[in-house]
């Protein structure tokens, strides 16, 4: 172990995990919310499962059955100012981000432990609505490695480097209905 190594905190979050509390301000969270709201949301598919949470894809959609991305809608007018703003945020450069996908958690909703598609690089996170615990783990010997990021609504997160490539995330059931806006940048073929 490196001298630094010796001091590195243990519960310091995973390294390429970013957070900014009040990204946007309660007006701009209001709009958005609606936006989504009135969204044509779909309970989200994989293969022949439905999950609890509903969604809608732009510019690229997963799809589990053929194991590939498939084309989306554009992302829309309405949406694509708050993806530059992310962009911005994260150094990225404008049009990075070519994959926006809206999520809908109702009251005890939440997402199983997974890492995002290798067909995507960095991934971007706005909340909405109400706050949750954005679980982390990596397996570290027999044992987990965990931490919990406080995803307050009007936050944003970026997940890079190994927050990204080595450690998985989960939502447990929400308490109160919350939103997401996912921005993904694609990897390089
Ligand atoms: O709602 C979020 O912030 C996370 C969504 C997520 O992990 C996913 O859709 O893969």
């Known amino acids: 172990m490196t001298q ?16 900014q509390d009040n990204f946007i301000d309660g007006v701009a ?4 919310i609606g936006r989504i709201a009135a969204l044509p949301l779909q309970r989200f598919q994989f ?6 949470r509903r969604v809608a894809w732009f510019g690229y ?23 530059r703003q992310a962009e911005a945020w994260a150094g990225l450069s404008e049009g990075s981000v070519q994959q926006v996908l809206c999520t ?7 997402i199983g432990w997974h890492r995002d598609k290798p067909h995507f ?6 909340s ?15 044992t987990w490695q965990r931490y919990t990021l406080e995803a307050r609504p009007r936050s944003l997160y970026l997940m890079d ?20 806006i996912t921005f993904r940048t694609m990897k390089r073929p």
């Open 128 to 142: 909405l609505g109400s706050s949750c615990k954005f679980r982390f783990r990596r397996s570290c010997g027999d």
């Open 61 to 83: 959609q997963y799809d589990y059955s053929q194991q590939r991305l498939t084309a989306a809608e554009p992302i829309p007018d309405r949406v694509a100012p708050i993806a």
């Open 4 to 19: 630094l190594g010796l001091f590195t905190d243990p519960n310091a979050g995973p390294a390429g995990l970013r957070h």
């Open 121 to 126: 690089d960095k991934v971007l996170g706005l």
């Open 47 to 52: 293969g022949a499962f439905k999950g609890n």
């Open 29 to 32: 969270e209001e709009a958005l």
């Open 161 to 180: 480097g190994e927050s990204r490539s080595q450690w998985e995330h989960s939502i447990p059931p929400v308490e109160a209905r919350r939103y997401s």
């Open 104 to 110: 809908e958690y109702d009251e005890s909703v939440g």
